[in-house]
């Protein structure tokens, strides 16, 4: 049997203490496209993140960001 393991769901609070990313960040860009979230409870019960997922996006938006053309930088 394959071993999975299983990753936890954190509010943007956590995100914020943990000194990854602004609470006020991590929604702005989960309404951007740019962060995946997941809906929990109710319709007002809010939206959860996994750190790793938080991680890779801000590390691909760094690739990504950093690349400027040669004349320009």
Known sequence: MAHVEIEELVK???LEERRILK???AYRMSRLGLL????VGTKSGGVRFRISEVLAALEKLGQTAGTAPKDQA
């Open 23 to 25: 609470a006020g960040t």
């Open 12 to 14: 943007a609070r956590v």
């Open 36 to 39: 995946k979230t997941y809906r």
